[in-house]
């Protein structure tokens, strides 16, 4: 109920007027062209720290124009509204051009007034100031997009990407330092709780963790990208699909396996080796499958910060593993953090979270197909676990830690990386698919929580009642037995009296 009235909070306070006719509900432009307007831009655009220039030459050499802005005014913050960008222009032609300007993403930046400049022809270049009346809405990227028409023929020639930023100050540092630590805290109450001879067991039969190991890092993030380039959602959010696919298994996968039933020894397994494994496994799938994301530029992935990020998963966890096998009893103290630390996570995402990051949450309303999406990820790897365990001819217990394993990760990491790591405003953007998930992955579990205790409850009712009714049968039983005793004591006491007065 109360992740309903938040949604619904979320849809109420995203303004009517910022829903755009130019892309879908997922946040993906209908000009499905776009990606290669950008892409053509880009190899035109020479930029360094003191100017941004983009020039385009006529093939036939009868034109040239080139464009230079100031690197530091193409970085704005969001919601700025009204905003003057003032470049310099040079052009050089043989005819005379119309040069006009437009913006291929107006839901971040649009033009207040739209430009068209009309030039005569000059083989002199010629050189003059442009200023471009702007509105600036949400966190994304547009590029300014100049198209030259010279004698009815329209050339792409001029490109200026602007980045509309989300402005960080002392509430987004805490939110940042809340979540290491609480990161920090869950995987070393779970290090905490792991029993190094189980680890042992396990790794003298290592069906189940392997098989843990193959639904996390080759179905997950699989899943992930199939729903990311099949769905009409934006490239960004399918970036941060992507990473969220990538994490390992969460702390609160084991709280979820002991509810329901499932092997606990195994579940704590998987979430350390997963949690290990993660450490070289995470930056390897961003390796290979990042260049599916063509909104991320594979060669600016900064794997040095995201491995850093990652070693709040190893370091904690290898140290819970060395209080357990020096200081058992310590540990077992220790380990009674594990439900708490997950409960308050998720509160504090949501909560904090939200305060610290309303404009990455506001997404959500702007973009609800995003929710059914990320939703849909850890189901799907329920599924996927689950199956896989059936095939593998696994017992009860292990097939509902296998599944839990598989659909919940530890989203907390994804976030951290796309918003500490990644390059934004894309990371931001990305940042609202993990959030998403975080909130969305305890449903399908409740929901198979309380069919659980239902089934539980009617089993024990029946149970009593058939108790009931063998106790019942057996009180009639011995009732009419009680019964036929007394007649005959009755009867006996009679003929006796009948005899003894017959004799006097």
Known sequence: MILLIWVYALFCLTPANVVSTKETIGGLPLDMEYLDVRNTLREHVTANGTAYISTYTDPTG??????????????????????????????????????????????????????????????????QNVTFSLVVSQIGDAYIVGRVTVTDRSHLALGVRMLVLRESGVVDSIFRIGLIILLIL?????????????????????????????????????????LAKLTPINPAFGFGLFISGCCPGGGASNVWTRLLGGDLDLSLTMT???????????????????????????????????????????VPVTAGLLIRHFRPTWADRLRRGVQPTSCIFLTYVIGFGTFANFSIFRLMGRYPLIIVIGAALPVIGYVAGFLMALLCRRSWPVV??????????????????????????QGDLGAVMPIIIAITTPIGLLIALIVRLVVRRRKRRKKQDEEQLEEGSWDSHCSLDTGIEDQKRIAGEFRSSNEENGKF
Do not use: H, W
């Open 62 to 127: 009868s034109f040239a124009v080139s464009i230079s802005c100031d690197p530091k005014r193409l970085r704005v913050f969001e919601n700025l509204g009204n905003y003057s960008l003032e470049c310099g222009l040079s052009y050089s032609s043989n005819k005379d051009i119309s040069l006009s300007f437009t913006s291929d993403y107006p839901v971040s930046v649009g033009f207040a007034i739209p430009l068209v400049l009309n030039f005569s022809s000059s083989l002199n270049q010629s050189i």
């Open 400 to 425: 509902v830690a296998i599944s839990i394993e598989t659909g919940v990760q530890n989203v907390g990491v994804g976030i951290l990386i796309l918003i500490s790591a990644i390059p934004q405003p």
């Open 272 to 314: 350390l080796f997963s949690s290990l494994a993660a450490l070289g496994m995470l930056p390897l799938l961003l390796f290979a499958f990042a260049r599916f994301f063509t909104v991320i530029d594979v060669s600016a992935v900064p794997y040095g910060p995201i491995a850093a990020n990652l070693l709040y998963l190893f």
């Open 186 to 226: 869950a995987t070393f109450f779970m290090g905490c709780e792991v029993d190094i001879n189980v680890i042992r067991s396990y790794a003298k039969k290592p069906i189940g963790p392997l098989l843990g190991f193959f639904c996390q890092f080759i179905i997950m993030p699989a899943v992930a990208i199939a």
